[in-house]
């Protein structure tokens, strides 16, 4: 069985840092690119991240670029994200995402974690 | 930036056929996949690559896609398929992008 468990989410204040963590099993874990995606309490989905299958390539929405980092730890069956200068917008539910087995350069989530919350607030 | 549209709200009496719209320039091009949202949980995948359905989910969920707009088709609906349903593809230069979500009332 497919699980993906994510974790780490924490109230932070503006211009903080924070890693999140995203924990994998029942599948190959190192055949599959993750992503991560957000959701601002009671509003719609937004994508924010992406890493290949060996953590030699990522990308990520504009709003996050150069603020956060993704990265995976194969041996760990786990990926991270590294959130730093969080702003009062980066508040939302953070949901770790497997990328689909049957993408073919057009991506799908046929996973997802629980979701972590993360509260930007002074 | 590439932008996808869904209605707000869809309502359907119980039984009967939902459909969900998702429109934008040329989406047939693109493989269209769809999420549903329940409260407090993370979206389940419910259709991808347009119109393929994941093991699990029921035969009553369809997709389609042609010109400017794709479509999740929900065949008679249940109780249990409220919930919320957003469209997603991918864009070569922004990376993934989500419709705005459709929230699905069973009457």
Sequence with gaps: EVQVVDSGGAVV??????????????????D?????????????????????????????????????????????????????????EDTAFYYCAKEGTYSSGWPYFDFWGQGSLVTVSS | SYELTQPLSVSVALGQTARITCG???????????????????????IYRDSS?????????????????????ISGVQAEDEADYYCQVWDIRTGGVFGGGTNLTVL
């Design chain 1, 32 to 88: 599959h690119a993750m992503h991560w995606v957000r959701q601002v309490p009671g509003k719609g989905l937004e994508w924010v991240s992406l890493i290949n299958w060996d953590g030699t390539s990522t990308s990520y929405a504009d709003s996050v670029k150069g603020r956060f980092t993704m990265s995976r730890d194969n041996s760990k069956n786990s990926v991270y994200l590294h959130m730093n200068s969080l702003r009062p």
């Design chain 1, 13 to 30: 204040q503006p211009g903080g840092s924070l890693r999140l963590s995203c924990a994998a099993s029942g599948f190959i874990f190192d």
């Design chain 2, 24 to 46: 934008a320039h040329n989406i047939g091009d693109k493989n269209v996949h769809w999420y549903q949202q329940k409260p407090g949980q993370g979206p389940v995948l419910v």
């Design chain 2, 53 to 73: 359905r994941p093991s699990g989910i029921p035969e009553r969920f369809s997709g389609s896609s042609s010109w400017n707009t794709a479509t999740l088709t």
